[in-house]
């Protein structure tokens, strides 16, 4: 069963997830899903449509990002207080957090800062930040999915980020397996593989397929994800 729900996560704002239930009820931890810069819930949903045949799955629009509110205000921290508030409105025990690119960021926080939240964390494609030469890309035309001044506000915190990420990182107490995308990837992979080396449990999953392993190569995505989940 699948259903798009808005749920108000404080200061105003409310998120939609699209969630998918089993046909058949499990013990099976719930798996919450956040997507990258400019992707939406639907981003995962060859993912979400293998994983909830066991399991309930909740893909997420972050703020700014399809159909959750578009404050015109943006951060990684706000992305992760808004999370943070979905899930104590949802109520449920601790998730399995799943997250790419900008969503990975946004779970590390979120597993840092509440970690009682959090049971298990894959990381998809995500370095520890470092500085690096700004390249903001010009705004496509058209419509877009999400509000570009998610763009023009977090770029900045991933083009120059906060020096205290090593000390975020490290309180992030769930067992977390990182899928780097290998060397196609424009993440550069010596920053996910230090990624692993300074989260306290950490292993890394290489699948040869770019930035968007999900998406490029979903079925060995899949299995990584299932086989670590299901441990």
Same mark, same amino acid.
């Given at each position: ?16 997830? +699209?969630?998918? *239930?089993?046909?058949? @009820?499990?013990? !099976? $931890? /719930?798996?919450?899903? #956040? %997507? ?91 370095? +520890?930040?470092? *500085?690096?030469?700004? @390249?903001?890309? !010009? $705004? /496509?035309?058209?419509? #877009? %999915? ?86």
């Amino acid at each position: 069963m699948v259903s798009v729900e808005r749920v108000d996560v404080g200061g105003g704002v409310h998120l939609s997830h +699209v969630v998918r *239930r089993p046909a058949t @009820a499990s013990g !099976a $931890r /719930p798996v919450v899903l #956040l %997507p990258g810069t400019g992707m939406t819930a639907r981003d995962w949903d060859v993912v979400t449509a293998d994983l909830s045949s066991d399991r309930t799955t909740h893909a997420v629009d972050l703020r700014g990002h399809g159909g959750s509110d578009r404050p015109g205000t943006y951060s990684i921290a706000l992305m992760a207080a808004d999370v943070v508030g979905l899930l104590d409105a949802l109520g449920e025990p601790a998730v399995d957090l799943v997250g790419h690119s900008l969503g990975g960021l946004v779970a590390c926080r979120l597993a840092a800062e509440r970690p009682a939240l959090v049971r298990r964390l894959v990381l998809e494609d995500v370095g +520890v930040p470092h *500085r690096r030469t700004p @390249a903001p890309p !010009a $705004r /496509p035309e058209g419509g #877009l %999915p999400f509000d570009w001044a998610v763009v023009e506000q977090v770029r900045p915190e991933i083009d120059d980020p906060d020096p205290g990420w090593g000390e975020v990182l490290r309180r992030v107490a769930a067992p977390t397996l990182v899928i780097g995308g290998g060397e196609t990837s424009h993440v550069p992979q010596e920053h996910v593989r230090e990624l692993v080396r300074v989260l306290p449990v950490g292993r890394l999953t290489v699948i040869d397929a770019g930035h968007l392993v999900h998406a490029t190569e979903p079925e060995q995505f899949i299995r990584a994800v299932r086989t670590f989940l299901d441990e």
